[in-house]
Every structure is written in C-alpha cells, then in structure tokens.
C-alpha cells in the first residue's frame, strides 16, 4: 500500500505515488536567510526530511526541491542594517543554515534554488499574468495580481468559507505590499515593488520600472524552473503558509501556465512555546546554537521535533529535550546489546541504517505502519519503545539479533535518528534520577522550597547536580 498523508486541499487522507516512470515531485518553501533558522523552522524542516526519508523506505524516487529566499523585506532590511551587500549577507546565513540541518541529518535537497537568482524568470512570470489579464500594473510602477480574475483563490485555505474581501487597497486607503499579511487583509497582492528608498541598492530593472518581486512570487518561479513545467505531487511548508503564501502561489502558477500547481499539500503545525507560535518577532525562540551551549546533542533536538504528530502543534521545553536525551540512550542500548550478540563494535552500527526494505522490518513493522500512515511519528515511537519494552535481545543468537539491526536501522534511517554520535553522545540520566529533577522542578515552581532543597540534596547524594534557568532544569554529573 502506497504511502498515505493528509492532504489539505481535499481535506483527506491521500495516497502519495508519482507518475509511472517519473520521480516523485516534492517541493518545500525553504529558510528566509536572515537570521539563524529557530528550531520551530526547524520543526517543519525536520518532517518533510522525514517524509522524503519514508517515501524512500518505500521505495520511491524523491525530486526535492527547497528554495532559499535570499531577497524580501526582511533579507534587505537584514542587510542594510548589517551594512552588508545582500548577496554576502545572505550567503553567511544560509552557510549556516547548512550547517545546521547537517548537524540535525537532514538530506541535501536536490536542487535548491535562491530567489534572488531567479529575476529573470520572476519577471518573465509577471509578463504573463499582465498579458493575461490575471495582473495589472499601477501608474507609479508596482504591479499586483487580480484576485478576483481567479476564480478559484482561497480554495486550499477554504477562504472562501470566511468571505473573501477582495480590495486592492486596505481601510486606511493604502495598498497592502508587505510580504506577509494577515488573512483579514485579502487584498490584490504585489508581484512586482516599486523601488523604495529603503531597498538601498536592491532593485533590479524591468518593463515596470525599476523595483523587486514580492515575496510570493519567487516560489512559483522556482517551481517552474526546478520541475521543467511538470505540476508537483507534494508542496510543504509550515501550516502559517498556507494562505497568504500558497494561495498566492497558486493563483500566480495556474493563472499563468494554465494546469495545477501541484496535487498534494503537506502542512504542518507549529512549534509552540507557553501557547505562542515560535516565531522570530515574538522573541520567543531557540536556535540550534542555543540548545547546544545548554548540552543537548543535535541528535536530541531532533527526536524531540519530530516525536509529536505532524498534524498536532507541540509545545518545547526543555523537559522534552531532556526526555528526548533519555529516549536516545535507551535506543543505543538496545543497539548495544544487538551488537554484542552479532560481536560487532558500536562503530558497525552506521552500516545498518539505511532505506533497506520495509518488508524485512519484522518486529518493527507497526512503527513503520504507523509511519506509512500520516506520517505518525509519535505512534512510530511508541511502537518502537514497545519492542524495546520486551528486552528482546536477551533471548537472541546472532542471526536473529543482525535481522533485527537491519529492521530497526531502516526504521532509523526512516526517522532520521543516528545513534552512537561520538563526543556529543547523548548523555544518559537514569529514569529515578530524571523523576526527582522533575519532582525539584515542581516543587520549585509551587514555591515549596524545604521540598525543592531536599530533593535537590538527595540528587547531589547520588552523584547529579541541577542547574536551573528561566525555562528548566538540567541534570548534570556532579
Ligand atoms: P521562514 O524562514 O520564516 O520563511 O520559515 C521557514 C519555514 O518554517 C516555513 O515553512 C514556516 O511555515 C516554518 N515555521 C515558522 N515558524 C514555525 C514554527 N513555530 N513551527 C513550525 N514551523 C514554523
Ligand atoms: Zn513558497
């Protein structure tokens, strides 16, 4: 059975297969190149990777594409402020970002496009929505895309449903450019910015005059030039994008060449803290640095993105890094006693995580159901800790136990879970020692201090020290 995923259009479960003969199309908004990625990006980012991961389990050819947006309001505002030329600034946050999905074991994307590379056909877009009638140019040089000219914009996000305001201008009369918008304010979108003063020297020259795409537009290039004009099986993207973004990018691409953009949309919920979305205005986030210079390994950053169900928000902490580092050290046990019956080096365990064959998985086959099925990682989990919950090892000879290590490396490679990282190895807490940091936790917070001093006592006893922050507590060796 193919893989299945929610698809937010058809507001139904799907199954997901490419074309005969053809690799399957998938296409992510990547990272605005302004700042260090926060982990809540890193949220999204992190199941797609997983998705493309099972796909391959199964079987399929992955096309992934995921662009760079290396010009917008924020890239420029970034740049001038930093005193930068765009394209420098830009390039050091995007090495960055790199650096930060290979810490995390993401998959180089296929291709990966930037936007500020892709004028040319940006423009050469605009050309044909204003030929067709879908966009229009204003006297002092912007131009916009006709909302109502589409019939069906606001489809994918149902918009429909909470009454479209099509206006070209907003209530104090002003025409509504920015990149990002709230979805109060429909309005006739900006393809192509009249030069500002405040773009310094980003502007680039056009039939309009001189100026810069909006934001939205860049996708629909991209995607064009990336797939040779073939519609997409899957487009990503956090749940925030949906609309304006990919209404606009919809509207844009099937108004212009004429057949769907894509078949499939993937949305996925945000990162929370204390009931917000993790966002850079906010001020509310954590970089991958940040958790970092707390202890956690990049290997349990990951676990704890994507140990809650795509579909679900999922509020951090720090407690769920930490049950993430526990979570970790119990897999690499279970690794270790594996290989002690196949008389192998924790250093031979790389070589078992890989796509192998789902049909082999054996007694990890209803993580990977659970996988195969909208992308349940949470339940996969569950599964997985349900097979370690027997102690099967114990019992096993060495066939047994190599059968078992190619199961559980595919599902491994599956999830994107590498173990037996070297220096960063996770550290492990044991479970009665975590419970009373936990318990210190609670008590501190209730203000029951005499409580919260002996439990921090009876940890120092046993050989742990807490040390606390504004967010949490970690437990660390005396
Ligand atoms: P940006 O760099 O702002 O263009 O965002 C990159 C990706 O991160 C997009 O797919 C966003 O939808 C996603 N994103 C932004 N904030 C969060 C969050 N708190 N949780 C999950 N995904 C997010
Ligand atoms: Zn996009």
């Given at each position: 059975m193919p893989i299945q995923l929610y698809d937010t259009h058809s507001r139904s479960l799907q199954p997901l297969v490419a074309e005969a003969g053809q690799p399957l199309r998938f296409y992510c908004c990547g990272p605005t190149v302004y700042g260090p990625a926060h982990i809540g990006n890193f949220r999204t980012f992190l199941l797609q990777d997983t998705l493309r991961r099972v796909l391959e389990v199964e079987g399929q050819t992955v096309e992934h594409v995921r662009n760079i947006t290396d010009v917008d309001d924020k890239t420029i505002k970034g740049a001038i402020e930093s005193g930068l030329p765009l394209k420098d600034f830009t390039h050091q946050w995007t090495k960055k970002f790199h650096t930060d999905c290979a810490e995390l074991n993401c998959l180089t994307p296929h291709k990966e496009p930037s936007a500020v590379k892709h004028i040319p056909e940006q423009i050469s877009l605009i050309k044909q929505l204003v030929e067709k009638n879908h966009a229009y140019a204003t006297e002092e040089g912007s131009v916009y895309f006709r909302v109502s000219s589409f019939e069906n914009y606001g489809n994918l996000s149902r918009l429909k449903d909470r009454e479209i305001k099509s206006q070209s201008k907003n209530s104090a009369g002003e025409r509504n450019d920015a990149d990002e918008y709230e979805r109060?304010?429909?309005?006739?979108?900006?393809?192509w910015k009249k030069r500002k003063p405040?773009?310094?020297?980003n502007f680039w020259s056009s039939p309009w005059g001189e100026g810069r795409p909006g934001w939205h537009l860049e996708c629909s290039a991209m995607i064009e030039t990336s797939f040779k004009g073939a519609t997409l099986d899957l487009h990503g993207g956090g749940v925030d994008l949906c609309f304006p973004h990919h209404e606009n990018e919809i509207a844009q691409s099937e108004c212009a060449h004429g057949r769907p953009l894509c078949k499939h949309w993937f949305h996925s919920a945000h990162l929370m803290v204390d009931g917000a979305k993790m966002s850079k205005s906010l001020g509310n986030l954590y970089t991958l640095d940040d958790l970092r210079a707390k202890g956690f390994n990049p290997m349990a950053v990951r676990y704890a993105l994507i140990a809650g169900s795509y579909r679900q928000q999922l509020n951090f902490t720090i407690e769920t890094l930490h049950a993430a580092q526990s979570a970790l050290a119990k897999l690499e046990r279970f690794a270790s006693s594996l290989l002690s019956k196949t008389e192998e080096p924790k250093s031979a365990f790389g070589q078992y995580i890989q796509p192998g064959n789902p049909k082999n998985l054996n007694r990890f086959t209803k993580a990977w159901e659970a996988l195969a099925i909208n992308l349940n990682t949470s339940a996969a989990l569950g599964a997985l800790f349900g097979v370690l919950g027997s102690n099967p090892a114990t019992s096993m000879k060495a066939d047994e136990a190599r059968q078992t290590l190619n199961g559980f490396g595919t599902l491994l490679f599956a999830l994107g879970i590498q173990l037996f990282t070297g220096k960063d190895a996770p550290l492990e807490i044991p479970e009665d020692i975590y419970a009373l940091g936990q318990a210190r936790w609670e008590a501190k917070r209730a203000k029951d201090y005499s409580r919260a001093d002996s439990l921090r006592e009876t940890l120092l006893e046993k050989g742990w020290t807490i040390k606390d922050s504004s967010e949490g507590f970690q437990i660390v060796p005396k």
């Open positions: 109060e304010a429909v309005s006739d979108f900006v393809l405040e773009d310094g020297e």
